[in-house]
C-alpha cells in the first residue's frame, strides 16, 4: 500500500465549500444532532409542504423501517427544473457529446422544462399514473434524462435498464416491477457500433406481460418493426402534446426509482430509492464532494443505467442547478484521447470516471493524454472499484499535471450517494484510500463473528446508522431486504465490502467479501453467471470466481462440467461465452472458461469456492486446507489444468 500524503492545496482550501476545521465541525454536528442537522439540510431543495418529522429510522431485527423527511411533500423534477427557471432558464443544464465527436448539443434549463413536459404528458395521456412503473431501456442521449424526470414529474417509479442488458436480463425486470410502458431508442450507438435496442425490446416482451406501450426514440434511422396496437414514435407523440405539465406532488418517502443489482445470490434485487431523502443526499454530496460551484462545467462518464448515472449525472447536479455533461459514446473512440479532447472542447472543470477507465487508456501511454491541454481541470473523481495507487498515481500526475485532487467516492447502488470519501479542500488524500466518512456516515468495521474491531484494523464494512439517501427496501420483497443487509451483522447495514483502516483513520476499501465480483466497475452475481452456464443443453455444473485482471479490476473464471459425452474444445468454449453474453449482456462474458470433470465439493455437496479463486488467481501454492474435500483427488485436476497460468 502506498502511504505517499497529499496535501489539499491551499488555493483550493480558500475557496471550497468545506475546509479541514469546517469537515470536523460539520461531522460531528451531523453525529450529535442528525435531526438539526439534516432539517438544515433540507432546505437545500423547494418544499411544498416543509418537513417537521426528520429522521425516523428503526434497524432492529424484524423491524426494519426508514424513513426521512417523512411529511414532506415535494417534486423532485420541479426541483431539478423549474425552480431554476427564474435564474437559469437560458444556462445549459445538459451538454450532450455523441458518440460522434461531431455531434453535440446544449440544452439549456428552458428547453429542458419543455421536453420533459412533453414526455411527462406522453405518459400522462397514455394513463401512466402516480406509482406506476416505468422501464427506460436507452443510450446516452438527452431522451434518457427527459424520460426519468418526466416519470418524477408524474410520481411514476422509473426502473432503468442499462442499454447494454440483453432481451431475457430486461423482460425479468419488466416483469419483476410489472411496467406498464417502456421508453427505448430504435438502436443505440457506441464507438461506431449499433445497439438493436428495439429489437431487443421486441424479443424481451415476447417473454413479458403487462406492457401497454413502447415509446421509441429514433436515433439512428435503422430499421425496426413497428407493433401499430402498442408501439409509437417518439417524435411524432411529443408533437401532439404541449410544453406544460404539472408536477405531482409527492410525498418525501413515495418511491422515485427502482434499479436492479446483483447480489450473492439468485435474481438481481430491485433496489428502491425514495423522494426526497435521496435527493437531499444526491444534491449535497454533489455539492460538497466535487466541490461544485455555479458556472462549473461537470462531467461524469457513468451510463444512466447504473447508479453513479443516476445521482451524478443526474439528480444532484440538475438538484444544483449544475451544467452536467452526457457522453453517449466510449473512452476509445475515435481514439485513445476522446476524454480529454471533449475535456478540452466543453472546458470541463469536474470530471468524474472509474478505475477501470483509467487503466485501460493507462495502457495506451501518456501521449495520447499530453497532447490535449485539460486546463480547465480543477478536479477528478474515481468510482465504482478500489483504484490501485499506480492508477491514481497516473490518473493524478498525467491526467490532473499535478494540480487537481482526486476524490476516490465509496458507495453503492443501495447506498443512493457517496458515504466514504475526500472533500477536496479538507481532506489530504493517500492514493488508494476513500479517506473519511461523509456526513452523517458511521462506519464500522467488524470481524467474522460482528465482533467491533477498534483502531487501525482490517475485516468487514458496516454502517450502524442511517443516512438519508438510503435505499428503503428490494422492490416488492422486504424480507430480502433485511436478510441481506441485515441479517449478518445485528443492527447494522452490511456493505458486502471488506475495509482496513489505518492509523490514522483513514478508510481502505479491499473489495467484495460475498459472491459478488466487480468486472470493470460493474456489479455481478457470481450465482447469474452460473446459472446461464447451466441453461446450455451442454454444461452439467458451473461455478464461477472473480480473479485479478490488469484493466477491468477483476475478471470472470468460470469452471464448467460438461454433460456426459460431451466433449471440451475452444470452439465449446467460444460457444459459452457467446451463450452468456446472450443471456445476460456483454458485461457478464466469462474470460477463463476451465472445463473440469469435478468440482472441489465438501461431502455435504458445497462447492470449496476459496479452492477455485486460488486456483483462478494462479495460486495453486496456497490452497489451505483440503482434506475436507469429498474427493481431494479433483483438485489435482483443477491445479494442472487451470487457465491463468502467469
Ligand atoms: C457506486 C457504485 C458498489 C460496489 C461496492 C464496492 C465497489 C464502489 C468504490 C468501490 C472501492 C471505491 N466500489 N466504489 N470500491 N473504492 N471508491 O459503484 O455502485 O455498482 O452498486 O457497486 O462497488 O465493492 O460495494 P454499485
Given amino acids: 500500500m502506498s502511504e505517499k500524503i497529499y496535501d489539499v492545496p491551499a488555493e483550493l482550501a480558500k475557496h471550497a465549500w468545506v475546509d479541514q476545521a469546517k469537515y470536523k465541525d460539520m ?29 425516523n429510522v428503526s434497524f432492529a431485527p424484524g423491524n426494519i423501517s426508514i424513513k426521512w423527511f417523512e411529511d414532506g411533500i415535494l417534486n423532485v423534477a420541479h426541483n431539478c427544473i423549474d425552480r431554476h427557471l427564474a435564474k437559469r432558464a437560458n444556462q445549459t443544464a445538459i451538454i450532450w457529446e455523441g458518440d460522434d465527436p461531431s455531434q453535440s448539443k446544449h440544452i439549456t ?9 412533453r414526455m411527462a404528458n406522453i405518459l400522462r395521456t397514455r394513463n401512466v399514473k402516480k406509482g406506476d412503473r416505468v422501464t427506460i431501456y436507452l443510450p446516452m442521449i438527452p431522451e434518457a434524462a427527459y424520460a426519468m424526470l418526466a416519470c418524477a414529474r408524474i410520481g411514476a417509479v422509473h426502473s432503468v435498464v442499462f442499454a447494454g442488458f440483453s432481451p431475457d436480463s430486461l423482460a425479468q425486470r419488466i416483469n419483476d416491477c410489472q ?32 406492457v401497454d406501450w413502447v415509446v421509441v426514440v429514433k436515433r439512428t434511422g435503422g430499421k425496426i418493426d413497428m407493433n401499430p396496437t402498442r408501439d409509437l414514435w417518439y417524435h411524432e407523440a411529443a408533437a401532439m402534446v404541449t410544453t406544460e405539465c404539472r408536477a405531482e406532488h409527492m410525498h418525501a418517502e413515495d418511491p422515485l426509482f427502482i434499479l436492479y443489482t446483483s447480489g450473492s445470490t439468485g435474481q438481481p434485487k430491485g433496489v428502491l430509492h425514495t423522494s426526497a431523502g435521496y435527493l437531499v443526499f444526491a444534491s449535497m454530496t454533489h455539492q460538497y464532494v466535487f466541490d461544485y460551484h ?24 440538475l438538484a444544483n442547478g449544475a451544467t452536467t455533461l452526457m457522453f453517449e459514446g466510449v473512452p476509445n473512440y475515435p481514439d485513445n484521447s476522446r476524454f480529454w479532447n471533449v475535456i478540452d472542447k466543453h472546458k470541463v472543470n469536474i470530471f468524474y470516471t472509474a478505475p477501470t477507465a483509467i487503466r485501460a487508456l493507462m495502457q495506451s501511454g501518456d501521449e495520447p493524454v499530453k497532447k490535449t491541454s485539460r486546463a480547465s481541470l480543477r478536479l477528478l473523481g474515481s468510482v465504482g472499484e478500489p483504484i490501485n495507487p499506480e492508477a491514481w498515481e497516473w490518473y493524478y500526475r498525467v491526467v490532473g499535471d499535478d494540480r487537481c485532487p482526486i476524490v476516490d467516492t465509496w458507495w453503492q447502488t443501495e447506498t443512493g450517494g ?34 467491533v474491531l477498534e483502531g487501525e484494523t482490517s475485516g468487514n464494512l458496516c454502517l450502524t446508522r442511517s443516512w438519508p439517501g438510503q435505499m428503503r427496501t428490494v422492490y416488492g420483497d422486504h424480507a430480502r431486504f433485511e436478510q441481506t443487509y441485515f441479517s449478518t451483522y445485528k443492527g447494522k447495514y452490511f456493505t458486502g465490502d471488506g475495509c482496513r483502516r489505518d492509523a490514522d483513520g483513514y478508510y481502505w476499501i479491499t473489495g467484495r467479501v460475498d459472491d459478488v465480483i466487480n468486472v470493470s466497475g460493474h456489479r455481478m452475481g457470481t450465482a447469474e453467471v452460473e446459472s446461464a452456464l447451466v441453461a446450455h443443453e451442454k454444461v452439467s455444473e458451473a461455478a464461477v470466481v472473480g480473479y485479478p485482471h490488469d484493466i477491468k479490476g477483476q475478471g470472470i473464471y468460470a469452471y464448467v462440467t460438461l454433460m456426459a459425452g460431451v466433449e471440451p474444445s475452444d470452439e465449446l468454449r467460444k460457444e459459452l461465452v457467446t451463450w452468456v453474453r446472450k443471456e445476460i449482456g456483454p458485461i457478464a462474458a466469462p474470460d477463463q472458461i476451465q472445463f473440469s470433470p469435478g468440482l472441489p465439493k465438501t461431502r455435504s455437496g458445497k462447492i470449496m469456492r476459496r ?10 501454492g496456497s490452497l489451505g486446507d483440503t482434506s475436507t474435500l469429498a474427493d481431494p483427488a479433483v483438485v489435482d485436476d483443477l491445479v494442472k489444468n487451470r487457465q491463468n497460468k502467469k
Wanted: aromatic share 8%; glycine share 8%.
Fill in 27 to 55: 461531522y460531528a454536528r451531523s453525529i450529535a444532532d442528525p435531526n438539526a442537522f439534516w432539517a438544515e439540510q433540507a432546505k437545500r431543495i423547494d418544499w411544498m409542504h416543509t418537513p417537521t418529522r426528520i429522521e
Fill in 109 to 117: 434549463y428552458k428547453e429542458l422544462h419543455d421536453e420533459v413536459c
Fill in 179 to 210: 411496467s406498464k410502458v417502456i421508453i427505448t431508442a430504435d438502436e443505440g450507438l457506441r464507438g461506431g457500433k449499433k445497439v438493436p435496442l428495439k429489437a431487443n425490446v421486441d424479443a424481451a416482451l415476447a417473454k413479458a406481460d403487462g
Fill in 294 to 317: 455555479d458556472g462549473d462545467i461537470y462531467w461524469c462518464t457513468a451510463d444512466v443505467g447504473w447508479v453513479t448515472g443516476h445521482s451524478y449525472i443526474l439528480y444532484g447536479p
Fill in 418 to 451: 457517496i458515504l466514504i470519501t475526500p472533500l477536496p479542500g479538507a481532506t489530504k488524500l493517500k492514493p488508494g484510500s476513500a479517506t473519511q466518512p461523509f456526513f452523517g456516515v458511521v462506519p464500522e468495521i467488524v470481524d467474522a463473528d460482528g465482533k
Fill in 611 to 620: 479452492i477455485l479463486r486460488k486456483i483462478a488467481e494462479d495460486e495453486p
